[in-house]
C-alpha cells in the first residue's frame, strides 16, 4: 500500500485517506490559449514508468493538497512536498538522481 506522509500536518497517511489528483506541475491555459494547448491541458498527461510527480489532497487530515514524487514502478517514494511550487525542490530531485543516474527533471515533467 502506498504511504505519503503530507507536508502541512505531517502526518504519515495510506492512500485511502488520500485523494489522488492526477499529475502535478501542469502547465495550465487559460482564456486566448489556441485549442491545441487547451486540449493538451485537459487531456493529455505524461503515464511514464518510472519517477512521476503527483497531486495528492490529505482528506482524512487537514484537507490542503500537496505534491509527492514517487516511481510508479516500484511504488518507492522520493518525497511529498507544497504544491504552491513549479517544480520540486531541490532535496527530491537528488534523492531521485542519487538512486536513478541520468535522471533529469526536465526530461520527464
Not at 489556441?34 to 495528492?56: A, I, M, S
Not at 517514494?77 to 520540486?88: D, L, M, N
Request: hydrophobic content about 30%; glycine content about 12%.
Amino acid at each position: 500500500m502506498l504511504t505519503l506522509n503530507c507536508p502541512y500536518c505531517g502526518q504519515d497517511k495510506d492512500e485511502t485517506e488520500l485523494g489522488y489528483g492526477g499529475q502535478a506541475h501542469l502547465k495550465r491555459f487559460g482564456p486566448g490559449s489556441n485549442d491545441q494547448d487547451f486540449e493538451d491541458y485537459l487531456f493529455n498527461r505524461v503515464n511514464p514508468k518510472g519517477v512521476h510527480f503527483e497531486r495528492w489532497r490529505c482528506a482524512s487530515g487537514c484537507g490542503k493538497w500537496f505534491h509527492a514524487a514517487r516511481c510508479t514502478a516500484s511504488m518507492e517514494v522520493f518525497g511529498t512536498y507544497s504544491a504552491q511550487t513549479f517544480e520540486p525542490p531541490k532535496h527530491i530531485t537528488d534523492a531521485i538522481t542519487k538512486k536513478r543516474p541520468g535522471w533529469a527533471w526536465g526530461a520527464f515533467s
